[in-house]
């Protein structure tokens, strides 16, 4: 990132009013004077814990997905195990304790995949994504508002669903195709 440019923020921000607040997100609305000079209002969405996914491989280059209906979207949806992470807890600890609350899968070597932002025109949303390995199965320890199933597929599948668009949960898409980039696929 040291050859890409960096500009200073355009924005002026001229008043902060709080719209809603909970223990998971807070919705601020800004009175702003935008990069042209313009007054207007800019609405933020700020999230109380980073977004954790997780690349659960097996030696066979398998991968685990976690099936479950996300209400936002009033669909079923089909991703890598993922959850939210305090920020007074590392990334790591959230990761191995989210594969473990929905797959029961617990890892002996973790590495980190990607660090990334999910939705910067509206959100401060950022994720990181690791890869687990040497996976051990233990029982499953949901949260009580979590009705998941879990899948294991083939590397090749799971990136054949990305590009047909049957899986469209970001995370994954993302964490998918950085590894069909390094050849894990």
């Known amino acids: ?23 998971w997100l807070q919705i601020t609305e800004f009175d702003v004077i935008n990069p042209s000079g313009g007054n207007g209002i800019y609405g933020k969405v700020h999230f109380k814990n980073r977004a954790i996914g997780i690349v659960a491989l097996t030696r066979e280059n398998e991968l685990y997905l976690v099936g479950q209906y996300r209400f936002p979207l009033d669909r079923y949806s089909w991703e890598l195990p993922e959850g939210g992470g305090p920020f007074d807890q590392t990334p790591l600890e959230a990761a191995k304790r989210e594969l473990l609350e929905e797959t029961g899968l617990v890892a002996a070597k973790w590495e980190e995949l990607l660090t990334m932002d999910l939705s910067n025109s509206v959100t401060d949303e950022v994720a990181t994504i690791f890869i687990a390995t040497d996976l051990e199965q233990r029982a499953p320890e949901p949260e009580p508002t979590e009705q998941l199933m879990t899948l294991k597929r083939p590397l090749s599948q799971v990136f054949d669903w990305v590009m047909q668009g049957e899986i469209t949960d970001s995370i994954t898409v993302a964490a998918v195709l950085k590894l069909k980039v390094l050849g894990y696929c």
């Open 1 to 23: 990132m040291a050859d890409l440019p960096i500009q200073r923020n355009p924005w002026k921000i001229t008043k902060a009013k709080p719209i809603y607040d909970n223990p």
